[in-house]
């Protein structure tokens, strides 16, 4: 099975502090991707990579970075936390096909507090 | 821009019965889709998937209807269980190449009532 994990379940920060979620697949898949989940809004992605190193904004990626320096690791940061950051944030990966049948797996995910 | 719908935001039926939770979609082009549950707290879990060659595709306890000429999408889930309640989110597939990416609707919470 793929599993894919997150660094924490629950965070809390204050303004301005600088957060990093990270995110780690073990079934070597090629895409991972960050998103967003807030009441009402469905899944907003935020980033994704589809290769080491390489990285393409989402829908949302204002106040966001991310990093990518090992295949299976893909991290979230967020530069100066605000509050309107606060949000449940999911981190999936698939495994890259050029079919247009490419499943996405997600973790557990992490529920930010920005206070 | 075009995106995926979901039409109720709760769905409540009785244990035993069958449930069916409904998705609209708006672009043609799109030629997969998936359905993913998400139970409190939890991320969301593949359940079942159909690419827009098939209009029909069963898994346990679960159907996946797709009518491309209405562009609707369906789940069905038969005999549904108390286990079974979570919210459920359609995606489709809106990219294709190597940078697959998905778009969701909002979600439906099924309620499972014993």
């Known amino acids: 099975d793929v599993k894919v994990t997150q660094s924490s379940r629950y965070l809390v920060k204050r303004t301005g502090e600088k957060v990093f979620l990270e995110c780690v697949q073990d079934?070597?898949?090629?895409?991972m991707f960050w998103y967003r989940q807030d009441p009402g809004l469905g899944l907003r992605l935020i980033y994704f990579?589809?290769?080491?190193?390489?990285?393409e904004k989402g829908d949302i990626p204002e106040g966001y970075s991310v990093s990518r320096e090992k295949k299976e690791r893909f991290s979230l940061i967020l530069e100066s936390a605000s509050t309107n950051q606060t949000s449940m944030y999911l981190c999936?990966?698939?495994?890259?096909?050029?079919?247009?049948?490419?499943?996405?797996?997600f973790g557990p995910g992490t529920r930010l507090t920005v206070l | 821009g075009e995106s995926v719908g979901l039409h109720l935001p709760t769905l409540s039926v009785q244990e035993g019965d069958n449930s069916i939770i409904n998705c609209a979609y708006s672009?043609?082009?799109?030629?997969?889709f998936i359905w993913y549950k998400q139970e409190s707290g939890k991320g969301p879990q593949f359940i079942i998937d159909?690419?827009?060659n098939m209009d029909k595709r069963q898994g346990q306890r679960v159907t996946v209807l797709l009518n491309k000429t209405v562009k609707h999408l369906s789940l069905q889930i038969a005999a549904t269980q108390p286990g079974d309640s979570a919210v459920y989110f359609c995606?489709?597939?809106w990219g294709g190449g190597a940078t697959n990416k998905l778009i969701f609707g909002t979600g439906t919470l099924l309620a499972v009532q014993p």
């Open positions: 995606a489709e597939n």
């Open positions: 672009n043609s082009a799109s030629d997969y």
């Open positions: 159909i690419r827009s």
């Open positions: 079934m070597d898949h090629e895409n």
């Open positions: 990579s589809y290769d080491v190193k390489m990285k």
């Open positions: 999936a990966s698939s495994s890259g096909s050029i079919l247009g049948t490419d499943t996405q797996y």
